[in-house]
């Protein structure tokens, strides 16, 4: 039987809820939008908190705690505490869409914290993709110089690729967004962008921003330090400062991007259980002393394993059968399975078979630890290379405005030439909304927005100062930049 009920390439949305579902991530909730992450789950988001939170506590970076917050301003996704109990609250308290106004009172030096945030979104919600309720780390860092500000804000950004690329296999392209796309209350957002290849949509995987001196400045919440370039030590310094964040759309995207039409496919390095072992031939007509031998192999294999290290576990339920285990642990993506038979036991060996391609290989018993890890190692960096082979191979260079539609249309990210003035990107978007021509009665689909201007722009053709043009306006091209339909 099709395990997920549906394949990945008919119908997708329903295919992402039940990988999520069969593989036990997560349960739906009696508050629309929101949902309960399963500990399936958690524990990926428990290996991003776990490195990360150790990366940037090498970076200087403290985690603190802030409370709920009186925010001035209305942003119709705002969530509000208005009441406690029956009575109405003096002033009601927002509950935090993002921490700035909080964190930027009385800021010393880098903080972060690990928390959920509310936003009432309206678009309709995709689990861990776009949820009213997430949890993310947010950021919120001074500095004394622009310099040392723009330096933290390309860490960050790297750590974020990293938990991507390194933990994920998640391919992500970092970059910098448009004046459009930034964050408004910012200097300058950079971001790394996913894409997801079912539906040639990119994906905002995490951002970095600088936010200058804009929340700093009197009007704002003034906050001033000596300038330590003054020698009088008269003169003060508004602080520059930095934001960034990461959610829980991590798991969203790793699950788009490997998952099959079995189901989960986890990479190892972010798997609760990176290798399950299986007893297989126990029949009714096997001995019990066969029997029992051969479990006892398996509980060994697994104890051995996780001697070393290796997140293994012995599935040793007798009510089930080795053909409903197998199903069972492919649907919740464990990245190894270790099969062993009579004959395997006699040959002191076992069947290892790969979640990421099906690959069966059986090995010898002896230094199967060293053989299992070396074999993670291989699925992890093949699920990776695997990605950003199909990544890469939707990244369309195009010179030509009549070819961004058909481009777009056929699930690729259209690269070009760009002249990075704002209007232009608005009239980009108008115009590669299909459907935008009267006649076109088909579904008008959402056109593209500017996605990042990579930092690496050595993928391209060199632009030709004053030469190479803007295929949308015609204007000077100044850097490849990449544009898609998103989520
Ligand atoms: O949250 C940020 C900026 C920043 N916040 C801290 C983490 C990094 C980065 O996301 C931007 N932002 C997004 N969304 C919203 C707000 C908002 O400030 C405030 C109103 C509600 C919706
Ligand atoms: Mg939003």
Redesign the pocket.
């Given at each position: 039987q099709i395990a997920i009920g549906v394949k990945k390439e008919v119908d997708f949305p329903t295919w992402y809820t039940n990988v999520l579902l069969k593989a036990d991530m997560l349960d739906y909730y009696n508050v629309s939008g929101c949902y309960i992450l399963k500990p399936w789950s958690y524990s990926i988001w428990e290996e991003i908190q776990k490195w990360f939170d150790s990366e940037i506590k090498e970076l200087g970076v403290q985690n603190s705690y802030f409370p709920y917050d009186h925010i001035e301003g209305f942003?119709p996704?705002?969530a509000w505490v208005t009441k406690a109990g029956n009575s109405d609250l003096e002033e009601p308290i927002a509950i935090r869409?993002?921490?700035?106004t909080a964190i930027h009172r009385d800021l010393p030096l880098k903080l972060n914290q690990w928390n959920s945030v509310v936003?009432w979104e309206f678009k309709n919600p995709q689990p861990f993709i776009r949820t009213r309720e997430f949890l993310?780390q947010?950021?919120?860092t001074a500095h004394l110089t622009k310099e040392e500000a723009d330096i933290e804000v390309r860490q960050i950004l790297d750590l974020y690729r990293r938990v991507y690329e390194d933990l994920l296999a998640v391919p992500v392209i970092p970059g910098v967004k448009s004046e459009k796309e930034k964050?408004a209350?910012?200097l300058y957002t950079t971001t790394v962008e996913g894409f997801i290849p079912t539906t040639g949509r990119g994906i905002q995987a995490a951002?970095?921003?600088c936010l200058g001196q804009n929340f700093s400045r009197p009007e704002m919440f003034n906050i001033v330090v000596e300038d330590p370039t003054d020698p009088t030590n008269q003169r003060k310094t508004y602080v520059w400062q930095n934001?960034?964040?990461l959610s829980t759309r991590t798991i969203g995207v790793m699950v788009m991007i490997h998952g099959d039409n079995q189901g989960l496919v986890l990479p190892p390095r972010v798997a609760s259980i990176q290798a399950v072992v299986v007893p297989c031939g126990i029949t009714v007509n096997t001995s019990a002393e066969t029997r029992t031998k051969i479990e006892g192999a398996c509980d060994e294999l697994a104890k051995t394993l996780k001697k070393s290290g290796i997140k293994a576990k012995a599935d040793l339920r007798d009510d089930k059968t080795p053909g409903f285990k197998f199903n069972d642990w492919e649907q919740k993506g464990v990245p190894l399975r270790l099969e062993i038979g009579p004959n395997d036991l006699a040959k002191q060996q076992t069947l290892t078979v790969r979640r990421d391609n099906g690959v069966k290989n059986p090995v010898p018993l002896e230094n199967i630890a060293l053989t299992v890890s070396q074999l993670l190692e291989s699925i992890q960096s093949d699920m990776f290379k695997r990605a950003q082979e199909t990544y890469s191979s939707r990244l369309k260079e195009v010179t030509k405005w009549d070819d961004v539609v058909p481009t777009l249309d056929a699930k690729n990210v259209v690269v070009m030439p760009w002249c990075e003035i704002e209007a232009c990107e608005d009239d980009i978007k108008e115009r590669s909304a299909k459907g935008s021509e009267p006649t076109d009665e088909r579904a008008p689909s959402a056109g593209a927005k500017s996605l990042a201007i990579p930092f690496d722009q050595s993928r391209w053709t060199p632009i030709e100062p004053g030469k190479t043009k803007c295929p949308a306006c015609g204007k000077d091209a100044k850097r490849w930049t990449m544009f898609g339909r998103s989520y």
């Open positions: 942003s996704e705002v869409p993002t921490s700035e936003r993310w947010e950021g919120h964050f209350g910012g951002t970095s921003h934001s960034w964040g």
